[in-house]
Nanobody, 124 residues
Framework: VQLQASGGGLVQAGGSLRLSCAASGRAVVSYAMGWFRQAPGKEREFVATVRRSGNGDTYYANSVKGRFTISRDNAKNSVYLQMNSLKPDDTAVYYC?????????????????WGQGTQVTVSS
């Protein structure tokens, strides 16, 4: 599975961005798909994840709950992250990930496949 993330950019605080992640190589409909982020000098941290089709449960980090929304389109083999009310603390490289559902969904080791990352910068 190859994952290609896109949609990052520079936005002012309070603004919005929508990240996309397209999977290729095989269908990921049976996989959980998630987003992580990594700021300079910090560890990669969980942002959100969505379970496979037919279940579709979503989970969010407390820091983004109520502002970010994760969704998936299985027909397009893609996952999205709608980010609203962005803050400077949201500045990071955002990575999409996919893999069989795991109770470690909040940890990088809970995912088997990773995209290359897309930069999100929020100015104050």
């Amino acid at each position: 599975v190859q994952l290609q993330a896109s949609g990052g950019g520079l936005v002012q605080a309070g603004g919005s961005l929508r990240l996309s992640c397209a999977a290729s190589g095989r269908a990921v409909v049976s996989y959980a798909m998630g987003w992580f982020r990594q700021a300079p000098g910090k560890e990669r941290e969980f942002v959100a994840t969505v379970r496979r089709s037919g279940n579709g449960d979503t989970y969010y980090a407390n820091s983004v709950k109520g502002r970010f929304t994760i969704s998936r389109d299985n027909a397009k083999n893609s996952v999205y992250l709608q980010m609203n009310s962005l803050k400077p603390d949201d500045t990071a490289v955002y990575y999409c990930a996919a893999g069989p559902w795991s109770m470690n969904y909040g940890l990088p080791r809970g995912y088997k496949y990773w995209g290359q990352g897309t930069q999100v910068t929020v100015s104050s």
